[in-house]
């Protein structure tokens, strides 16, 4: 039996190369104008108005502006603040504030006080008597310098400026002869000037004067700033929110209510350390209402 070879398969057809040659030589390089390149600076550069399509148009349309006239409170506000940022050195110095003590003792006596004195007892009583305690333990934090005479001007009084916010601005009605007033006079004359500010009856007698200003952000929730001093004084003192953190107590972590607390102060009259000394007394005497009853 004759067996027959089966015919060889075709060979594929060679598929074309996908890859061109290698190429062995540099591109060439275009030439370099040699004359300047002409520019602008930024403020010519004019913007290309947006082209404004019919389904754009609606959407677009609503957004609009107006403008309002400064009032005279706004305009004056705005240009004292300006003032003493061009004239003080101003500074700020932090602590904080540990808010414990200062409750329980609100707590504990609101009820009796507001009987006695028909008021509500506040934390604005104890910063500002807190304050004036700090002003007379240092008071170049309650002086001035008069830039005319060249002369530093102690005050022997304490005329504290407190910020209350009214729809037109920011006023700063002051409580004076704070040096001589317990809490619940403090908390009238504070009631009354705020109650006068809210009512636009603020006289200027009522805001004339004043040798240190405290300013209290904490009532919109504030947890920390740095205040501008109002001039003509060289210092103000910022309160913030009461918020409850972690702290070290005796060794142990414990959760209290705490606050920020902030002075600015004019550094070509006060150093570093009368600062810090006037707002670690100010710490103290609100943290231990007693050291102002023993007089410490």
Same mark, same amino acid.
């Given at each position: =039996?004759?067996?027959?070879?089966?015919?060889?398969?075709?060979?594929?057809?060679?598929?074309?190369?996908?890859? !061109?040659?290698?190429? =062995?030589?540099?591109?060439?390089?275009?030439?370099?104008? &040699? $004359?300047?390149?002409?520019?602008?600076?930024?403020?010519?550069?004019?913007?290309?108005?947006?082209?404004?399509?019919?389904?754009?148009?609606?959407?677009?349309?609503?957004?609009?502006? *107006?403008?309002?006239?400064?009032?005279?409170?706004?305009?004056?506000?705005?240009?004292?603040?300006?003032?003493?940022?061009?004239?003080?050195?101003?500074?700020? &110095?932090?602590?904080?504030?540990?808010?414990?003590?200062? $409750?329980?003792?609100? &707590?504990? *006596?609101?009820?009796?006080?507001?009987?006695?004195?028909?008021?509500?007892?506040?934390?604005?009583?104890?910063?500002?008597?807190?304050?004036?305690?700090?002003?007379?333990?240092?008071?170049?934090?309650?002086?001035?310098?008069?830039?005319?005479?060249?002369?530093?001007?102690?005050?022997?009084?304490?005329?504290?400026?407190?910020?209350?916010?009214?729809?037109? !601005?920011?006023?700063?009605?002051?409580?004076?002869?704070?040096?001589?007033?317990?809490?619940?006079?403090?908390?009238?004359?504070?009631?009354?000037?705020?109650?006068?500010?809210?009512?636009?009856?603020?006289?200027?007698?009522?805001?004339? !004067?004043?040798?240190?200003?405290?300013?209290?952000?904490?009532?919109?929730?504030?947890?920390? !700033?740095?205040?501008?001093?109002?001039?003509?004084?060289?210092?103000?003192?910022?309160?913030?929110?009461?918020?409850?953190?972690?702290?070290?107590?005796?060794?142990?972590?414990?959760?209290?209510?705490?606050?920020?607390?902030?002075?600015?102060?004019?550094?070509?009259?006060?150093?570093?350390?009368?600062?810090?000394?006037?707002?670690?007394?100010?710490?103290?005497?609100?943290?231990?209402?007693?050291?102002?009853?023993?007089?410490?």
């Amino acid at each position: =039996t004759l067996f027959r070879s089966p015919p060889p398969k075709p060979e594929p057809a060679s598929q074309p190369s996908v890859a !061109g040659p290698i190429p =062995t030589a540099m591109p060439p390089v275009p030439p370099v104008s &040699t $004359q300047p390149m002409e520019s602008k600076p930024v403020f010519a550069v004019k913007p290309t108005p947006a082209v404004t399509t019919p389904e754009s148009a609606s959407t677009t349309s609503s957004r609009s502006e *107006h403008r309002v006239k400064m009032n005279r409170m706004r305009q004056r506000i705005a240009q004292r603040l300006k003032e003493a940022q061009n004239t003080c050195a101003m500074l700020t &110095t932090f602590n904080e504030i540990d808010m414990s003590n200062i $409750q329980e003792m609100r &707590t504990r *006596h609101k009820d009796a006080f507001l009987k006695k004195h028909n008021l509500k007892l506040g934390f604005m009583s104890a910063f500002v008597k807190a304050a004036a305690f700090a002003l007379q333990d240092q008071p170049v934090v309650n002086a001035v310098i008069d830039d005319t005479t060249k002369e530093i001007v102690y005050r022997d009084y304490i005329d504290i400026s407190v910020a209350v916010s009214t729809p037109k !601005g920011l006023v700063v009605p002051v409580v004076r002869n704070v040096e001589s007033m317990n809490f619940a006079t403090i908390e009238r004359t504070i009631n009354e000037l705020g109650e006068k500010a809210r009512k636009n009856e603020l006289a200027i007698e009522d805001m004339d !004067g004043g040798t240190f200003t405290i300013s209290n952000g904490g009532v919109f929730g504030s947890l920390f !700033g740095t205040p501008i001093i109002n001039p003509p004084q060289s210092a103000i003192l910022g309160m913030h929110g009461i918020f409850d953190r972690p702290v070290a107590i005796s060794g142990k972590v414990e959760v209290r209510p705490m606050m920020y607390v902030a002075l600015t102060y004019d550094h070509r009259l006060i150093d570093g350390r009368e600062a810090v000394l006037f707002l670690r007394k100010v710490k103290s005497v609100v943290e231990d209402p007693r050291i102002l009853l023993l007089d410490l």
